[in-house]
């Protein structure tokens, strides 16, 4: 089953305004990443958040985490309509015996920013 | 730095037939990981190699799907005798190392008709 789940599946906001998304997990991990994927196009890599990490900045960008609640959210500030796209939280669980290295991805959240 | 190169961006197979997708990875990078996207959906894992070795393949099917990551050139996922189920978005990333750094290349749609 996918390890990340994200909420909600859908956003339409207007330009300006600011949009959150939230991704919940079910295992212990060593870090999270969000990715922004474009309709047709490939997955191009955000920002990662580490497990002992809370909070992180990048531009427009803001991520939390808690690993209490097995929670991430990200924050796009002043949102333009170039912001349009999918959201995708990953995962990469704490080592159990297995490789560090595969994402776990989620289903998305599909952002619409309307001029 | 070209990224992360696969080809064919495009590829339509008829049932039954082979279809050989190629991910060139970032200079540098000698991890590699196989993804399939279905329409709507996340990324789901299929495989991860470094040079000429798998190191997980728990997310490939066990019959018809193969993979490769030789010492010279690009990795190879074959899935042999297509069926309609197997279309979908295949993407290659690389990194690295694992768990950090991953740069994904623009995927390859695969069409079975």
């Known amino acids: 089953s996918q390890q990340g789940e994200e909420d909600p599946q859908a956003l339409s906001i207007q330009e300006g305004e600011n949009a959150t998304m939230n991704c919940s997990y079910k295992?212990?991990?060593?870090?999270l990443q969000w990715y922004r994927q474009n309709s047709g196009r490939g997955l191009v890599h955000l920002i990662l958040?580490?497990?002992?990490?809370r909070e992180k900045h990048s531009g427009r960008l803001r991520v939390t985490l808690d690993t209490s609640k097995k929670s991430s959210s990200l924050l796009i500030t002043a949102s333009r309509a170039a912001d349009t796209a999918s959201y995708f939280c990953?995962?990469?669980?704490?080592?159990?015996?297995?490789?560090?290295?595969?994402?776990?991805f989620g289903r998305g959240t599909q952002l619409t920013v309307w001029p | 730095n070209a990224g992360v190169m696969q080809n064919p961006r495009h590829l339509v197979r008829r049932r039954g037939q082979e279809a050989r997708l190629r991910c060139s990875p970032m200079?540098?990078?000698?991890?590699v990981y196989w993804y399939r996207q279905l329409p709507e959906e996340g990324l789901k894992f299929m495989v991860y190699?470094?040079?000429?070795?798998?190191?997980?393949e728990s997310g490939m099917p066990k019959e018809r799907f193969s993979a490769e990551f030789p010492k010279e050139g690009p990795s190879i996922l074959r899935i042999q005798q297509v069926v309609r189920g197997d279309s979908a978005a295949y993407f290659c990333?690389?990194?690295?190392?694992?768990?950090?750094?991953?740069?994904f290349g623009s995927g390859t749609r695969l069409t079975v008709v």
């Open positions: 990333a690389s990194s690295s190392q694992g768990g950090y750094g991953y740069t």
């Open positions: 295992t212990s991990i060593n870090n």
């Open positions: 958040i580490r497990s002992n990490e």
């Open positions: 990953a995962t990469v669980q704490r080592d159990r015996g297995s490789t560090l290295g595969r994402l776990y």
């Open positions: 200079k540098g990078h000698s991890h």
């Open positions: 190699l470094q040079k000429e070795n798998i190191i997980d």
